[in-house]
T-cell receptor, first 117, second 113 residues
Framework: DAGVIQSPRHEVTEMGQEVTLRCKPISGHDYLFWYRQTMMRGLELLIYFNNNVPIDDSGMPEDRFSAKMPNASFSTLKIQPSEPRDSAVYFC???????????????FGSGTRLTVV | QKEVEQNSGPLSVPEGAIASLNCTYSDRGSQSFFWYRQYSGKSPELIMSIYSNGDKEDGRFTAQLNKASQYVSLLIRDSQPSDSATYLCAVGGFYTGGFKTIFGAGTRLFVKA
């Protein structure tokens, strides 16, 4: 199993540009999570999907952020327009189990380090 | 605002010693508790999960949960330099808006050879 695959690994972009981050979950995992990690705020849940349907997007910081999951093997997180404060490491994670099932634990991708200048 | 608090460290222990990492959480309704390890520049990886009061052992790792005192700890026996990493405590429960998992900021552990 290749694990959770994210691309790109690094992204440097100018303020105002659109940024698209990509994630391929582990095959068979029907839960997909997008997290953001910064030194100041730690690891924050942005949104999660179950069977390609967004379940909780309350962590999405503002309308500049959007996420989609068009099929079971692909998800995107888009920032438009990007701002310097969006600079962070963005992780995708997947799992087979409902987060409300006590016996769960995410598998994280390697992350995308985003720098907005 | 649900909170998960950890001492940021760094916690420094000699090789072979026991490393003790602690975490407190604010919501008594929290139901699931996790420890993740994150090496510098890498993604978090799950070490252990615990749901019931008491101890849970897995190899050199022991997780301890005390719901009455609202704390969870991780003991690492026979610490190795390869254990040097940031350890993230995560707490899950039904909070406002649904079920959420909240991560602490992490404790940096250094194991000196």
């Amino acid at each position: 199993d290749a694990g959770v695959i994210q691309s790109p690994r690094h992204e440097v972009t100018e303020m105002g540009q659109e940024v698209t981050l990509r994630c391929k979950p582990i095959s068979g995992h029907d839960y997909l999570f997008w997290y953001r990690q910064t030194m100041m705020r730690g690891l924050e849940l942005l949104i999660y999907f179950n069977n390609n349907v967004p379940i909780d997007d309350s962590g999405m910081p503002e309308d500049r952020f959007s996420a989609k999951m068009p099929n079971a093997s692909f998800s995107t997180l888009k920032i438009q327009p990007s701002e310097p404060r969006d600079s962070a490491v963005y992780f995708c994670a997947s799992d087979t189990r409902d987060p409300a099932d006590l016996n769960y634990g995410y598998t994280f991708g390697s992350g995308t380090r985003l720098t907005v200048v | 605002q649900k909170e998960v608090e950890q001492n940021s460290g760094p916690l420094s222990v000699p090789e072979g010693a026991i490393a003790s990492l602690n975490c407190t959480y604010s919501d008594r309704g929290s139901q699931s508790f996790f420890w993740y390890r994150q090496y510098s520049g890498k993604s978090p990886e799950l070490i252990m999960s615990i749901y019931s009061n008491g101890d849970k052992e897995d190899g050199r790792f022991t997780a301890q949960l005390n719901k009455a005192s609202q704390y969870v700890s991780l003991l690492i026996r026979d610490s190795q330099p390869s254990d040097s990493a940031t350890y993230l405590c995560a707490v899950g429960g039904f909070y406002t808006g649904g079920f959420k998992t909240i991560f602490g900021a992490g404790t940096r552990l250094f194991v000196k050879a």
